[in-house]
């Protein structure tokens, strides 16, 4: 009987782990992009990477890389502001340090907001839809911001909202022009391009690069690597390999471990998304090999360890700052002062060691984004878990 | 079913066996895996190459090992994940990097797995909840905990002295040169699980209950408290492999994610019966290395992401449906 029942769990779990892999390869293609739109929307990042932003220098939050504004004086109202915020989830710790810079800017504005009304969807989008449709419908919100969990399965609601009141989204954005503005960084191709093109420039000529990605299918990754690959296509650069490591710490260290005993060196490790950076430099640490160049990401655990080890490196950031924005966005809009729109694209960071000292610090926790623009915010530096 | 026991049991002249049909094939399975790795990458051949790949496979075979008190018994430990998920967040928040708390840190470590242990066990044997679903909701609070208590980003790196055991190598040992802490953690706790599984009545009981849980009450076992304390020893194991992951890998908030089901995948491959009373140390521990082997294999393969999800899916059930049938030829 035991036998039996064996065979039994073992073919079903066959027939499992087949299906499972099926799925995740259609999903891998169906998000791989359309060649021409990439070619056009690469172009389109790259040069505004170069681009001088509008606004003030100190306060990047509020700059802009478009002019183009949009006319919001038919949502002027007295204060104060009923304010509801739909956040797709706090699940990573990058939307948990935007959501406390929102806060702290709401905070910094008592005296327009009557309340911040707030719903997180736990990264589901039938729980957003469900969000966004009772704060419409309970009537206790003078603006919506949104953050939403996908694009295409939160148009509809989205589009149902705009017809109630002005609505501001950020992060990622909807399938549809109805927002009064979208507040976004340049975006995927523009990270993907800062650490590629910093590998080709530094990395000894027929040198030996590890791509390290974190998960097939996701659009933030897929961009990043897209733009990524091209880079390293033109410059004659075949990566040694391409490895998916879920973001998983022991796992990136176990497969830098097993190329470095493949291939003896690695001379640069470029990375899809910055948590996975510091064990990269550890398995060189434990291999008892000189670091390479690693590309990382603004988390402060990367930017410590690049500042005390001195290796080769680069941040490109996906600043948390723009959770600023979003509700400065909100607060505008209801003042009937003009905005940035129908896109509020705000730059990019590229933190390099010529900067490095104005992010990195030594007193903020390990996953704390230093892009987030909150080093003057009320509550700072023990809000984010930082040592006065 | 008591006929058929008692007919088995008496009819069934116990067969001359060959020495090799009593070899656990997984033994075989992980040399003929490591005998690949060799041959791809020299590396491996030498005994600090092989020290590291124990080193990494120590938190996954200790996980096996401890999941299997709970499995022989019929039972499932899905919580074990996420627990060292909160044990790695516990210890990184407690010492805030400041080495001098690392010992309040490990026994507060210790003791969250005694509490997670016995609420588990004590909802199994006293509650009737099906194991699966326990360790489930458990799972789901376990995390909830680790996400609440850090507020999603853990807060402090862990001090040096505490990724020691996870992390450093000693150097200049004799014969095998480099010898890791993890491997001296190893070892000990396997003794310790090996002696209660296979050289106390603890362990028999254990593999008896799984059997028939109803001839073991009836012949006087306190199987209410043997099932408590097998989960009980499956969150403690889980303790010490956090403290290991941990401690090679550091701190993030994914740390231990999936690990219930590779625990539980090692010690099926060794012939562990999911459905109880059936398994030995032996097979979880080399289910383990095996497992580890085979994701390090298909690391130095270098094959593409999909295909090499599906032949370890495929290499997995393949092994583990070779040692089910050896174990019900030998029935």
């Known amino acids: 009987m035991k036998r039996k029942t064996a065979w039994r769990l073992g073919v079903s779990g066959a027939a499992l782990m087949v299906a499972t892999t099926l799925t995740a390869t259609a999903w891998a293609q169906t998000a791989t992009s359309d060649s021409t739109a990439m070619a056009k929307e690469f172009a389109y990042e790259k040069a505004l990477m170069s681009a001088k932003p509008i606004g003030p220098a100190d306060k990047p939050w509020l700059q802009s890389l478009s002019s183009a504004t949009v006319d919001t004086a038919k949502y002027k109202k007295a204060p104060p502001y009923r304010v509801c915020f739909s956040n797709a989830s706090v699940s990573n710790p990058w939307r948990v340090v935007g959501w406390k810079v929102m806060q702290a800017e709401a905070e910094l504005h008592k005296s327009e907001i009557a309340s911040l009304s707030y719903a997180d969807a736990q990264d589901k989008d039938d729980k957003q839809i469900s969000d966004i449709r009772a704060f419409v419908t309970g009537g206790k919100c003078d603006v919506l911001i949104v953050s939403p969990h996908t694009s295409d399965a939160l148009t509809p609601v989205v589009e149902e909202a705009c017809k109630v009141l002005p609505v501001i989204t950020f992060d990622r954005s909807v399938n549809t022009t109805c927002p009064v503005t979208a507040v976004r960084t340049i975006g995927g191709y523009a990270y993907g391009i800062a650490g590629a093109t910093y590998v080709v420039d530094h990395m000894p000529k027929g040198g030996k690069l590890l791509e390290l990605r974190t998960a097939p299918g996701i659009d933030v990754f897929e961009t990043r690597d897209d733009a990524a690959a091209k880079i390293f296509t033109d410059a004659g650069i075949k990566p040694i390999g391409v490895e998916y490591t879920g973001a998983d710490n022991a796992k990136t260290k176990a497969v830098v471990s097993d190329y470095l005993s493949r291939f003896g060196k690695i001379d640069a490790v470029w990375v899809d998304f910055g948590a996975m950076s510091v064990a990269v430099a550890e398995a060189f640490e434990d291999a008892g090999q000189d670091y390479p160049i690693i590309t990382g990401e603004d988390q402060e655990d990367y930017l410590q360890k690049w500042k005390q080890e001195g290796f080769k490196g680069i941040a490109p950031t996906y600043p948390a700052y723009q959770w600023r924005t979003a509700l400065i966005a909100a607060l505008d809009v209801l003042q009937g002062k003009p905005v940035y729109g129908p896109n509020w694209i705000l730059p990019q960071p590229i933190i390099t060691s010529a900067n490095l000292d104005q992010y990195v610090n030594a007193k903020m926790p390990p996953l704390h984004y230093a892009a987030c623009g909150c080093e003057g915010m009320p509550g700072y530096p023990e809000r984010w878990g930082g040592k006065p | ?331």
Request: a positive charge; hydrophobic letters at 55%; aromatic letters at 8%.
């Open chain 2, 1 to 331: 079913m008591t006929a058929k026991i008692l007919t088995h049991a008496v009819s069934r002249p116990p067969t001359p066996r060959v020495a090799w049909r009593r070899i656990n094939p997984t033994i075989v399975i992980f040399l003929v895996l490591l005998a690949a790795i060799c041959w791809i990458s020299p590396l491996y051949r030498t005994a600090p190459g092989l020290m590291s790949l124990l080193q990494r496979a120590s938190p996954v075979i200790i996980l096996s090992a401890g999941q299997t008190f709970v499995l022989v018994t019929g039972g499932f430990d899905l919580s074990v994940g996420s627990l060292i998920t909160l044990v790695v967040v516990a210890c990184a928040l407690i010492t805030g990097g400041d080495g001098s708390l690392t010992w309040i840190a490990l026994l507060a470590a210790y003791g969250i797995g005694l509490t997670v242990g016995l609420i588990n066990g004590a909802i199994v044997a006293w509650g009737k909840v099906p194991s699966i679903i326990t360790t489930l909701g458990m799972l789901l609070s376990v995390k909830g905990v680790a996400m609440l208590w850090s507020g999603g980003a853990p807060e402090g790196y862990l001090p040096v002295n505490l990724r020691y055991f996870g992390r450093y190598v000693w150097r200049h040992v004799p014969l095998i040169q480099r010898l890791p802490v993890a491997v001296v953690v190893l070892v000990g706790s396997l003794a310790v699980l090996v002696w209660l599984f296979h050289f106390t009545n603890f362990g028999r009981l254990l593999l008896m209950i799984g059997d028939n849980p109803r001839a073991a009450e009836l012949s006087g076992v306190p199987v209410r408290r043997q099932r408590m304390l097998a989960f009980v020893i499956s969150a403690l194991a889980a303790v010490t492999a956090g403290i290991l992951l941990g401690g090679f890998s550091g701190v993030s908030v994914d740390v231990g994610t999936g690990y219930e089901l590779e625990a539980t995948s090692a010690a099926v491959i060794g012939g562990v019966v999911l459905l109880g009373g059936e398994g030995s140390m032996t097979g979880a521990i080399f289910g383990g290395l095996t497992l580890y082997a085979l994701f390090t294999l298909l690391n130095l393969i270098g094959f593409p992401e999909p295909l090499r999800v599906a032949v370890q899916g495929l290499i997995l059930v393949a092994a583990a449906a070779l040692t089910a049938r050896r174990s019900g030829t030998r029935q």
